[in-house]
C-alpha cells in the first residue's frame, strides 16, 4: 500500500454540494478506514465568512449519521480536528494573499497542496488564475495538484482555451480532471474483467459482437441545478464525459501497462478512432428528450419546464442517445449505442454486448419463437453484476431450447461497496493519474461530441417529450441499423425483448 505525503487539501466551494454530498463523506470514510496520514490537513473554502468553529459544527451533522459500529468518537473528532475554514469573499482582494499565508508560512498547513476546484464551472479559470498570481501553484517547497470537476470546457474550442489558461500556470502531471464514473469499482471491473481473462478476448471483436449498448438512466430529475444543467444537457452532462469514457473502457486495446500514460494511451486512441458525425448525419446518429410531468415510483413530478430556474420554452435535452462506430481493425462495423436520460422509469447504469448468432440456424425447425442471440452484461448500478445469456435445452423429449441467464454478484455478502469519489481523493493525494482524463481524451471527446451540440443548438424546435418515469421518448428505433436490434430494457432474461417504439 503506497503511503500518502502529508499534505494540504483546499476544497474551493466547499459549502456546496459536490463536497457535502460527496467529498466529505468521502474523506471520511478514509479516516474510518484509517487511509489518511496523520498530517493531513482539510482547508474548506467558501465564499461566506465564518468561523473554523461553525464550519465544524457542519462537518459533524454531515458526518455524525455515517459513523458506523466499531469507530468510536475518537475517530471523529479526529477528523474534524483536520478542518481549517477560510472565507474566499469575492471582490475582497486579499482572500488569496492570506490563503498564500496560511499555505507558505503557517506551520499547520503541509506544503504539498491540492486544490480541489468544487465550483461552478465558470468559477474555475478565475480561481486557477488567482492561484497562479498568488505564486500558490508553484512547486517550491512541494508539490501543487489541482482538481478540476467536468464538464472540461462546453465544446472543443471552450476545453482548449480553458486548457491554455492553465497551462500559464500548471504543467500536466499537475492537473486532475476528474471523472468520477472511472471511480466507481464496477467500472474498473472492466479492466480486470478484460485484462485479467483470456476467455472473451477472442471474441472481442466484430467477428463475433453485433453491437454495443452503454447505458445511465435515472429516476431523479435535475435536483436544483437548473443553473448548470440548462447550459449543459444530457449530452455533454453524462455522454461526453462518462459514458464515452466507458466506451474507450469496452473497446481499448490492451494497454502496455496498468500505468496513467499507457492506459490513457490506448483509451485516446479509441475516441479518436471514432467515426466523425458530420452535420448532416447528425439526426441518423443522434436523439433527444426533454421529459415533461409524470410518475416515478408511484409520485407525481413535474416536467422539465417547469422546474425552477428553467427558462421558458428551454430545449435543453434531459435524454439523448447516439449511435458510434469505431474505426479501426477490432470494431469495424459495430454499432456502439449510447443512451442517458433523466426521470426514467429505472436507475440503471449497464453496458450490454450483444453477440452475433451462430453461422448455421441449425435448430430452427425445433424451436419456438426467433433466434435468441447471446448477451454479456455488466451491471455498473445499482447492482454490480455480470450476467451471461446462453441458449440451452429444455428438459423433455423435443429438442426445444430457451435462454438461461448466467448470473454472477462479484461482490461477496459482508464486502462494501465504495464511493467512486474514495478511491480517486487517494489517487490524487498519491499523486497516481490514471483514472484521471489526460486533455488529449477530452478533447477527443468533444470532437465526437461537437457536431450533435451544433446541429441542436440551431434546431431547437425538434425535441421529443416523453412522460417521466417512462423508458426515455418514442421514436429512438431510427438510430438501430437493424428492426432485430432495439434497447435491452434490463438484465433479466425478459429484459432482452424487443420494445421498439
Ligand atoms: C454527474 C452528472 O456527473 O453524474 C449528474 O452531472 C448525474 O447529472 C451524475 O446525475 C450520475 O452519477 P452517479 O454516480 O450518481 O451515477
Known amino acids: 500500500m503506497k503511503t500518502i505525503e502529508p499534505c494540504t487539501l483546499v476544497i474551493f466551494g466547499a459549502g456546496g454540494n459536490l463536497s457535502r454530498l460527496k467529498l466529505i463523506p468521502a474523506l471520511f470514510s478514509l479516516e474510518k478506514a484509517g487511509r489518511l496520514p496523520e498530517w493531513l490537513v482539510f482547508l474548506a473554502c467558501n465564499i461566506e465568512k465564518r468561523s473554523r468553529d461553525s464550519w465544524i459544527d457542519d462537518v459533524r451533522k454531515i458526518v455524525m449519521p455515517l459513523q458506523s459500529n466499531g469507530h468510536g468518537m475518537d475517530v471523529i473528532e479526529r477528523f474534524l480536528a483536520r478542518w481549517h475554514y477560510h472565507a474566499n469573499t469575492p471582490g475582497d482582494a486579499t482572500a488569496y494573499l492570506q490563503l498564500q499565508q496560511m499555505i507558505e508560512q503557517d506551520e499547520t498547513f503541509p506544503p504539498n497542496a491540492v486544490y480541489y476546484m468544487a465550483v461552478r464551472p465558470a468559477d474555475v479559470q ?142 485516446v486512441k479509441v475516441l479518436q478512432a471514432i467515426r466523425p458525425i458530420t452535420q448532416k448525419s447528425v439526426n441518423a446518429h443522434a436523439f433527444r428528450g426533454q421529459y415533461s410531468s409524470g410518475t416515478v415510483h408511484g409520485k407525481a413530478v413535474p416536467g422539465y419546464l417547469e422546474e425552477k430556474g428553467i427558462p421558458e420554452g428551454s430545449s435543453t435535452e434531459t435524454y439523448a442517445a447516439l449511435k458510434l462506430f469505431i474505426d479501426n481493425w477490432r470494431w469495424s462495423g459495430v454499432p456502439f449505442y449510447l443512451r442517458t436520460g433523466k426521470r426514467m422509469a429505472d436507475a440503471s447504469s449497464a453496458i450490454c454486448i450483444r453477440f452475433k448468432n451462430p453461422p448455421q440456424d441449425l435448430l430452427r425447425h425445433t424451436r419456438t419463437g426467433p433466434q435468441r442471440p447471446n448477451w454479456i452484461m455488466l451491471g455498473i448500478q445499482p447492482h454490480d453484476t455480470m450476467k451471461m445469456e446462453m441458449q440451452v435445452k429444455v428438459p ?33 493525494m498519491l499523486g497516481d493519474q490514471s483514472l484521471f482524463l489526460r486533455i488529449d481524451e477530452v478533447e477527443a471527446a468533444w470532437r465526437v461530441v461537437d457536431p450533435v451540440i451544433k446541429v441542436w443548438a440551431m434546431e431547437r424546435g425538434f425535441i421529443t417529450p416523453y412522460a417521466a418515469g417512462t423508458a426515455g421518448p418514442r421514436g429512438t428505433y431510427r438510430l438501430f441499423d437493424r428492426d432485430d436490434q432495439f434497447w435491452r430494457q434490463s438484465l433479466n432474461l425478459d429484459g432482452a425483448d424487443l420494445q421498439p417504439y
Not at 426445444?400 to 465504495?418: C, F, I, N, P, W
Open 396 to 428: 423433455g423429449l423435443d429438442l426445444h431450447t430457451r435462454t438461461m441467464s448466467l448470473d454472477a454478484t462479484y461482490r461477496k455478502g459482508e464486502e462494501q461497496s465504495v464511493d467512486a469519489y474514495e478511491g480517486l481523493l487517494l489517487d490524487v
Open 126 to 267: 478565475g480561481i486557477i488564475e488567482k492561484l497562479g498570481e498568488a505564486g500558490l501553484l508553484k512547486q517550491r517547497n512541494g508539490w501543487r495538484r489541482v482538481v478540476i470537476e467536468k464538464p472540461f470546457g462546453y465544446d472543443l474550442l471552450s476545453a482548449q482555451t480553458l486548457q491554455a489558461s492553465l497551462y500559464r500556470h500548471l504543467d500536466e502531471p499537475q492537473i486532475f480532471r476528474i471523472d468520477h464514473y472511472l471511480g466507481k469499482g464496477t467500472v474498473r471491473n472492466v479492466m480486470v474483467f478484460r485484462f485479467a481473462n483470456i476467455l472473451l478476448e477472442p471474441l472481442w471483436n466484430h467477428h463475433y459482437i453485433d453491437h454495443v449498448q452503454i447505458t445511465h438512466s435515472e429516476t431523479i430529475g435535475i435536483e436544483g441545478r437548473a443553473d448548470y444543467y440548462d447550459g449543459a444537457g444530457a449530452l455533454r452532462d453524462m455522454i461526453q464525459s462518462h459514458l464515452l469514457q466507458l466506451l474507450a473502457l469496452v473497446a481499448m486495446e490492451p494497454p502496455v501497462s496498468m500505468s496513467a500514460e499507457h492506459l490513457r494511451d490506448e483509451k
